[in-house]
């Protein structure tokens, strides 16, 4: 087989750069070791409810906004349906031991005056935060087309001061700093840990629209495959990528498990840096590196329950709930915080087949890997009594302390749980964290371009997690392709 472009891993970088490459005129295979494309993205059915894993809500989505404009230049736009969330509270924090509540709403004049109306003696600090925040956002042209694009925006910008030190420097309220630490959630970075910059630039999508999807993730992984399809993308699913064939310095190809060889020119490979260090050829690369990889900390994993619900609460469909526990956001990422201590996440599913009454509701709580680390060598539909047993308790306390903290989810039916096992399983990581490896301040991430020619990474890895930033981590791979200027100027000329 021969092709222009092999894409590693079809998630959603590895989706978008396929798309991009094709709509450029390279002919693209892309290869998938699961059965299906996008087993993450695209969730999943139990008894007729559509649950999302990978996809609950996306910012920037509104008519002209950057996300928008992406969904637009890629042609997905047609296939969706964006739901917009409640714009006066979309994510609802509610602490636990002070009986606190905050309605976090969309729209930065709307997010300044409810701050203000909480904590009215923290207006000049918050005024400061909020115009970082937008600064810091605006500054990117893959997130800002009316940005001056330089060289340096081929690669990930560092930046050596943390959010922790920006709150703790703007902001002398310990509950005004927490709730703008919240989002940390979101990316699976600490506080004192994440650099400023990339924390604003995940963040800085919510402060303008956000909406959910109709159908969830599924519905974007469907709009994708349409359009590969359309572009004559081919897909192998079911085909696991295992190493790549090089002459000198210079990619020839990418070997699979099953011994084919794709000869190619180009690869994208979009998987998380540890387990792309196993297939990398050390005559070319430095031991170094291939240390530096494998030894990337990766982000916190989670424990999730999938259940539903007869009548729930209007409230439950417009908006998500966050339990907080403590006002320490950074303790949320240390692993010897007790389970009983650690946020909550809850979400209701945007996707249920017609006719389905019911609605499905998420809940998913942090975990570190260690958890189940005894567990490390099952799999899928082979996992030992043990853990059958574990899995069954702390899913129970979970479903018990959303319960207790949120009485609208009193009678929900588990249907399905999953933990860092399953995550690490689906999601081909090293340790099942949800957002690869950490963007933090002390630890470097790999940059798009390496040192065998043709071989280029994406991921959330490599410049960002969540849904924003890991399709622009794989327009930055291809800016460095294709050029920049092929690839801002398609986004800017869309209307």
């Known amino acids: 087989m021969h092709t222009d472009f092999t894409v590693i891993g079809s998630g959603m970088s590895g989706l978008t750069a396929a798309l991009v490459l094709a ?13 299906h494309p996008a087993p993450v993205l695209r969730g999943f059915t139990r008894q007729g409810i559509y649950f999302d894993t990978g996809f609950h809500y996306a910012g920037s989505l509104g008519d002209g906004e950057i996300l928008d404009r992406y969904l637009r230049y890629l042609g997905l736009a047609p296939h969706l349906r964006k739901i917009p969330l409640n714009p006066e509270g979309f994510d609802i924090m509610r602490y636990t031991q002070s009986g606190f509540e905050f309605s976090f709403p969309y729209g930065v004049e709307r997010i300044r005056q409810a701050l203000l109306q909480a904590f009215p003696s923290e207006l000049q600090g918050i005024d400061a935060f909020l115009n970082k925040v937008q600064q810091s956002f605006a500054s990117s042209p893959f997130l800002n087309p009316g940005a001056r694009y330089t060289a ?22 310990e509950l005004c700093r927490s709730l703008l630490g919240v989002h940390c959630l979101l990316h699976g970075t600490a506080p004192e840990e994440v650099p400023f910059l990339l924390h604003a630039r995940i963040v800085g999508s919510y402060f303008e629209t956000v909406c959910a999807l109709e159908g969830g993730g599924r519905s974007l992984v469907n709009a994708f495959l349409q359009e590969l399809k359309r572009l004559g993308v081919t897909v192998l699913c079911g085909r696991e990528a295992t190493g790549f064939e090089h002459s000198d310095d210079i990619l020839t190809g990418v070997r699979l498990a099953d011994g084919e060889v794709i000869n190619c020119s180009g690869c994208v490979a979009t998987l998380h840096p540890a387990k792309l260090a196993a297939m990398l050829p050390q005559s070319v690369f430095r031991q170094t590196y291939l240390r530096r990889l494998q030894a990337l900390e990766e982000t916190p994993s989670a424990y999730m329950i999938f259940g539903k ?11 998500n709930y966050f339990v907080l526990p403590r006002t320490d956001i950074d303790s949320y990422f240390r692993p010897d915080t007790p389970f009983d201590e650690l946020p909550i996440y809850i979400s209701a599913s945007h996707g249920s087949e017609s006719g389905t009454s019911k609605t499905g509701v998420i809940l998913l ?3 570190p890997p260690n958890q189940v680390a ?28 959303a319960e207790r903290h949120c009485p609208e989810l ?14 690490r399983d689906y999601a081909n990581s090293q340790l099942g964290g949800l957002y690869g490896a950490s963007h933090k301040i002390t630890q470097s ?21 969540g849904v924003l930033g890991t399709l622009i981590s794989a327009m930055v791979t291809c800016a460095n392709i ?3 200027e092929n690839i801002l100027q398609g986004l800017h000329e869309c209307p």
């Open 152 to 173: 340096e925006h081929a690669f990930p910008e560092m930046d050596s001061e943390s959010l922790g030190e920006v709150l703790a420097r703007l902001l002398p309220n």
């Open 374 to 401: 005894r567990w490390t060598d099952s799999r899928l539909g082979a996992r030992p009594p043990e853990y059958v047993e574990f899995k069954r308790d702390i899913l129970a306390r979970l479903q018990e302390r």
């Open 309 to 319: 619900l007869d009548n729930p609460p209007p409230t439950l469909l417009d908006r």
């Open 445 to 465: 991430s790999p940059m798009p371009r390496t040192k065998l020619k043709g071989l280029y990474l994406a991921g959330q890895s490599i410049i960002a997690p």
């Open 410 to 423: 009193r009678g929900m039916a588990l249907l399905e749980g999953a933990t860092p096992l399953t995550f």
């Open 482 to 484: 294709l050029g920049a």
């Open 23 to 35: 709509k450029h005129g390279r002919s693209v295979t892309l290869v998938e070791r699961h059965p």
């Open 365 to 367: 709580a942090a975990a």
